[in-house]
C-alpha cells in the first residue's frame, strides 16, 4: 500500500529514449579538477556502483548538517561562544565536503567505466543534488551566525542567500528542459572548493577569522556572501540566458512556445512567493524563531519540485502547472499570516517540515523503485534485477 508508481507510463518511455548531453566549460573543472578525477576515478573498485558513491557523498554533507544542528541549532554558537562548536566538526565539515564534491564528480565516471550508465543514474545523482544545494549552506551558516548586534548576518540575508543559491540550480535545470543540454554552470566548482578551505580556515584558526573586519570594514562572511551573489547572479544566470538565447537562434529549443518553455518555473517561482509572505508576514516571525526549521524545510519542499522537473526534462514531457505540495503551503502561509495559528506556528511548523520530508522520501524511494524495475537493475548494485 506505501509504494506509489508517481513516474507515468509517458514518461517511462520517455526514459528509454533519453540520451545525456551535457557542456562543461568551467577552466577550474576542465584543466584542474576533472583530471583530478580522471586519477581518482581508477582507484574506485569495479564492484561498487555508481549510485552508492553518489548516496555516500550525500550521506557525509547530511551527517555534517545533522552535527553542526546538535551542537548549533539556532545559528548562534559561533558568534556567542566560539568554543561551542568543537574544532573537529569543522575538520570534519572539510573532509566531508570535499568527499561529496568527488564522489559525485567521479560517480558519472565510474557508471561508464562499469558500463553501467542509465537515466537512473543520472535522476538519482540530480535527484540528491537538489536537495544537497539547500544542505550545502545550511552548514554555512553556522559559520557566519546570525546576526547578534556586533558579529554575524541577518537571518533575512541567510533566506535570500539560499534563494540566490537555489536559483542557480533552477535555472540550471530549467536551461536543459528548454534545449536538451545541461551547461555545468561555473559557480557549482568554485562553491565547492571555497566550502572545503573555508571549512578548513575555521578548522585552523577558529570562528574568530570570520568575525573580524578583512578589508576595508567588511567581514569575510560579507566577502564570501557576496562571492556567492556574484556567481549565482553574474556568472551563471547571464550563462544560462546566452545557451537560451543561442539555442533559439540556431531554432534547436525543444519548446515551440513561451507558455511551455516557462511552465517549468510556475513552480518554484510559486514555491518562493509564498514562502517570503510567510517570512514577512509572520505574526511570531518564524524565521527568526526557527531558522534551522524553516530553512530545512523550504529546502526539501524546493528538491521535490525540482525532481519533478528533472523528470520532465530528461523525459522531454510537459512539465506540471502546479504542484500539489504548493495547496498545504499556500494553506499554512494563510493561516499562520492571518494569526488563526497564533501561538501554534511554531509546533505546527515542525509538524509540517516532518510532513513535507516523509512526503520527499517517500517520492524518492518509490520513484526509484519505480525505474530500478523498469530497467531491470538495482539501484545501488551492478547486477540485473530479478523480478
Not at 558579529?151 to 528542459?177: A, C, D, Q, R
Not at 562572511?221 to 557576496?226: N, Q
Not at 531554432?251 to 518555473?265: A, F, H, I, M, V
Request: proline residues 4%; hydrophobic residues 50%.
Amino acid at each position: 500500500m506505501w509504494y506509489i508508481q508517481y513516474v507515468t507510463a509517458q514518461q517511462l518511455a520517455g526514459f528509454r529514449q533519453y540520451k545525456y548531453r551535457a557542456v562543461d566549460s568551467n577552466p577550474l573543472s576542465v584543466y584542474i579538477m576533472q583530471p583530478l578525477w580522471n586519477r581518482i576515478v581508477k582507484i574506485v573498485p569495479l564492484w561498487i556502483a555508481p549510485n552508492l558513491l553518489t548516496l555516500t557523498g550525500f550521506l557525509m554533507i547530511l551527517i555534517h548538517y545533522f552535527i553542526l544542528s546538535i551542537y548549533d541549532w539556532d545559528y548562534t554558537a559561533s558568534g556567542s561562544s566560539p568554543g561551542l562548536i568543537p574544532t573537529w566538526v569543522w575538520g570534519f565539515g572539510a573532509f566531508a565536503s570535499f568527499l561529496a564534491y568527488t564522489l559525485d564528480s567521479v560517480d558519472g565516471k565510474h557508471a561508464r567505466r562499469t558500463q553501467s550508465s542509465s537515466p537512473l543514474g543520472e535522476l538519482f545523482d540530480h535527484g540528491l543534488d537538489s536537495w544537497a544545494t539547500s544542505i550545502f549552506p545550511l552548514s554555512f551558516f553556522s559559520v557566519c551566525s546570525r546576526d547578534n548586534g556586533k558579529v554575524g548576518v541577518p537571518v533575512s540575508t541567510m533566506y535570500f542567500s539560499w534563494i540566490v543559491i537555489s536559483l542557480n540550480f533552477m535555472f540550471s535545470h530549467w536551461e536543459k528542459y528548454n534545449t536538451g543540454v545541461l551547461f555545468l554552470p561555473w559557480g557549482y566548482d568554485i562553491s565547492q572548493v571555497v566550502t572545503v578551505g573555508m571549512y578548513l580556515l575555521t578548522a585552523v584558526f577558529g570562528v574568530d577569522v570570520w568575525h573580524r573586519p578583512f578589508i576595508f570594514g567588511y567581514y569575510l562572511t560579507d566577502i564570501l556572501i557576496m562571492l556567492i551573489i556574484v556567481c549565482c547572479v553574474f556568472i551563471s544566470l547571464p550563462q544560462t540566458f546566452y545557451n537560451i538565447h543561442l539555442a533559439y537562434g540556431k531554432r534547436t529549443l525543444l519548446k515551440d512556445s513561451l507558455y511551455e518553455g516557462l511552465l517549468p518555473l510556475l513552480s518554484p517561482m510559486l514555491l518562493f512567493t509564498l514562502l517570503t509572505i510567510w517570512v514577512f508576514l509572520s505574526p511570531s516571525e518564524i524565521l527568526v524563531k526557527q531558522t534551522r526549521l524553516f530553512l530545512w524545510m523550504v529546502g526539501v519542499m524546493f528538491s521535490n519540485v525540482i525532481c519533478r522537473m528533472i523528470i520532465c526534462q530528461m523525459t522531454h514531457t510537459r512539465s506540471e502547472v502546479l504542484h500539489w505540495l504548493l495547496i498545504p503551503l499556500a494553506v499554512m502561509v494563510y493561516t499562520a499570516t492571518a494569526g488563526f495559528q497564533g501561538k501554534w506556528e511554531e509546533p505546527v511548523l515542525a509538524a509540517f517540515t516532518i510532513f513535507v520530508t516523509a512526503v520527499h522520501v517517500h517520492y524518492g524511494v518509490c520513484v526509484g523503485k519505480q525505474l530500478s524495475q523498469h530497467f531491470n537493475i538495482y539501484i545501488f548494485s551492478l547486477k540485473k534485477y530479478t523480478k
